[in-house]
């Protein structure tokens, strides 16, 4: 998002909507880390993925969260985009190039099955490319905390105290990176509380946050089948 450009101006220009700012997130916890000072011992990425019969004309979201040495998390990567599953995979490699020394998998949402749906495009992405991801699917309705429960609500609930505080950043060159993607994240993250559809980045966002930690000292990784 241009520094001039409020989130207002920006989503009703560019996402061709108008902005509803909620009461929840505020614009001023937003931090920014510099990755050359700070040890990541962790990071994940984690998929919402397309539910409908049209997976090209959904948004999907991959969010890659760091954990570091001190215990903080640093939002690494946001993609946010209605692109096919064989883009997403493309991208989701490249996360595993970027961030090699650290990344350990790509967890994939499957609450309504989506993961039948792409398994058939990731097979063809794998014949394409011969190297196959480390993905878990998951359940999301499964990251019920001790603080709020396993909605999609209560999953981003878990992100406000860690924004708030400061030990959950943006990596520094996040807004110039990830551009557009970031631009869509930002809208749905000052939205959060006012609009209650298109939360695929901050639920993603928010599912590899409470997973992230648990495989910062080794976790399992189990190759989806190719």
């Known amino acids: 998002m241009e520094a001039d450009t409020t989130p207002e101006v920006w989503a009703g220009d560019y996402l061709d909507e108008p902005f509803e700012r909620g009461d929840i997130f505020k614009e001023e916890w937003i931090r920014s880390a510099m990755l050359s000072l700070v040890e990541i011992v962790a990071s994940v990425t984690a998929c919402d993925p397309a539910f409908g019969k049209s997976p090209e004309s959904c948004f999907k979201s991959l969010s890659t969260v760091g954990y570091t040495s001190s215990h903080e998390h640093v939002l690494l990567d946001m993609y946010l985009r209605q692109e096919s599953y064989d883009a997403l995979f493309d991208y989701a490699d490249q996360l595993r190039i970027r961030f090699a020394s650290h990344w350990k998998m790509l967890l994939f949402e499957n609450d309504f099955e989506q993961w039948a749906l792409a398994y058939a495009y990731y097979q063809m992405w794998v014949q394409r490319t011969q190297r196959p991801l480390p993905i878990i699917t998951h ?75 648990s495989y910062a000292e080794g976790g399992r990784i189990e190759v989806a089948p190719a």
């Open 139 to 213: 359940y999301s309705k499964n990251l019920k905390t001790e603080s709020f429960g396993s909605s999609k609500d209560g999953r981003i609930l878990n992100l406000v105290h860690p924004y708030r505080t400061g030990t959950l950043r943006h990596a520094a060159d996040l807004p110039e990176r990830c551009g557009a993607d970031y631009d869509r994240y930002l809208q749905q993250y000052l939205a959060f509380g006012k609009k209650k559809t298109k939360l695929d980045g901050l639920d993603a966002t928010a599912t590899a946050f409470l997973m992230v930690g």
